[in-house]
C-alpha cells in the first residue's frame, strides 16, 4: 500500500495538508498503526452510499411517526415534515453523542454499524438537511 510514514508527515505536516485538501487522501503508517487522512469532501463521497431510511405510520390522530431503520430512533410529528425534521435532529443529537463516547459506542456489537450513519450526520452537520434526506416508505399499524 502507498503508506507514508508518520515522521515524514509531522515534519511537512503543512504540506501533507495542503495535498489531502487539494489533491488526494493519504495513508499513513506510524509503528503498527494504519491511518487515512482525507478531506471533508471526500468523507462525503465516500458515504452517499449511505443513506437515512424511515418507515412511516399515521397515526390515529393523523400526526406522522417515521422509524429509522440504521438507527434505533424514532420521531413523531404533525405531518411528515415536521417529523423529518424531529429525526433530523435526534439523528444529530445521537450522532454528536456517538463522536463524544466513540470509544465505547463503536465497540459495542450493536452500535459498531451506526458508524458510516454516524459520520455522515456529522459532516451534514445540518438537523433539515438530514431530514430532508431521509427515504420513507409507508408501514402498516
Known amino acids: 500500500m502507498l503508506m507514508e510514514r508518520a515522521t515524514t508527515v509531522r515534519k511537512e505536516w503543512s504540506a501533507v495538508c495542503d495535498s489531502v485538501i ?6 499513513i503508517k506510524r509503528t503498527r498503526d494504519k491511518m487515512w487522512f482525507s ?7 465516500i458515504l452517499e452510499a449511505y443513506r437515512f431510511t424511515a418507515m412511516r405510520y399515521v397515526e390515529e ?3 406522522i411517526t417515521l422509524s429509522l ?33 466513540y470509544e465505547i459506542y463503536s465497540h459495542s456489537l450493536n452500535r459498531k454499524r451506526h458508524i458510516p450513519y454516524i459520520f455522515k450526520a456529522l459532516i451534514m452537520d445540518n438537523p433539515e438537511l438530514i431530514g430532508e434526506e431521509i427515504q420513507c416508505q409507508d408501514g402498516k399499524n
Open 39 to 45: 478531506n471533508l469532501e471526500t468523507m462525503a463521497e
Open 22 to 27: 487539494h489533491e488526494k487522501p493519504k495513508f
Open 61 to 63: 390522530d393523523n400526526s
Open 69 to 101: 431503520n440504521e438507527i434505533d430512533l424514532v420521531e413523531n410529528g404533525r405531518d411528515e415534515e415536521e417529523a423529518r425534521m424531529n429525526l433530523g435532529k435526534a439523528i444529530l443529537e445521537y450522532s454528536l453523542d456517538y463522536y463524544n463516547e
